[in-house]
């Protein structure tokens, strides 16, 4: 079972507000991801970490959204302004190496309504 | 760009039937295949992955074998069961670091 941890598992935020939530990748597992999961349960891609250097990200993960994997310390994905359209389930996950042949192992999420 | 294509949105089908699943994709790049299995609530899993040509993979009952000639990796398995009710997603790797994530096939299983 994967032993990625997600907190907190829900957060509602209304427009304008900031939203933080963290991960904690597998122990030993340098790759972060992170995913959003819409309503229609489709993935969109917004960055990725190795170690505590961005590896890619979106054009809307620049603008809006913060992210860091700094060491000893959770990964975070922070929106700064949050909009209705960010509601959302924000999936984490890790693997052990860099590569994206590599198994990615998901936490549970943190579901997102912004009101 | 990379892209996965997932056809059926949502697939139904009494338990002890068989299911296949469809998966195409398109790369220019030597494809990595994977399925995930996302249970109602549940963190997605990995449930296969390959990325060798003409050869099946297993696990859990299910198998894929990926068909470089026809961009296929279509997930199937033989006899469904009620626990198999879940989200499956097929999922493309070229070698960067993103991942590529099919639109999802939701296959509900009914007694």
């Known amino acids: 079972n994967s032993k990625v941890i997600q907190t907190p598992r829900y957060l509602v935020k209304g427009q304008g507000q900031k939203a933080k939530m963290r991960c904690i990748p597998e122990?030993?597992?340098?790759?972060v991801f992170w995913y959003q999961q819409n309503k229609n349960n489709e993935f969109k891609f917004l960055i990725n970490f190795q170690n505590q250097e961005v590896l890619q990200q979106i054009d809307m993960t620049e603008k809006r959204f913060s992210a860091e994997c700094p060491s000893n310390s959770p990964c975070s994905l922070e929106i700064q302004s949050s909009e209705a359209g960010d509601s959302a389930l924000y999936l984490c996950a890790s693997s052990l190496v860099g590569g994206n042949y590599a198994e990615q192992f998901f936490g549970p999420g943190t579901r997102l309504t912004v009101l | 760009g990379d892209s996965v294509t997932q056809t059926e949105g949502l697939v139904t089908l009494t338990k002890g039937l068989p299911v296949m699943l469809n998966c195409t994709y398109q790369t220019t790049y030597s494809p990595f295949l994977f399925w995930y299995v996302q249970h109602l609530n549940e963190a997605p899993k990995l449930l296969l992955k390959s990325s060798t040509d003409n050869k099946r993979t297993e696990h859990q009952g299910f198998y894929a074998t990926l068909h470089k000639s026809s961009s296929s990796f279509h997930l199937q398995k033989s006899s469904v069961q009620l626990s198999d009710s879940a989200l499956y997603f097929c999922?493309?790797?070229?070698?960067?670091?993103?991942?590529?994530f099919g639109s999802g096939t939701r296959l509900l299983v009914s007694p």
């Open positions: 122990k030993g597992h340098p790759v």
């Open positions: 999922a493309l790797g070229t070698g960067g670091y993103k991942v590529v």
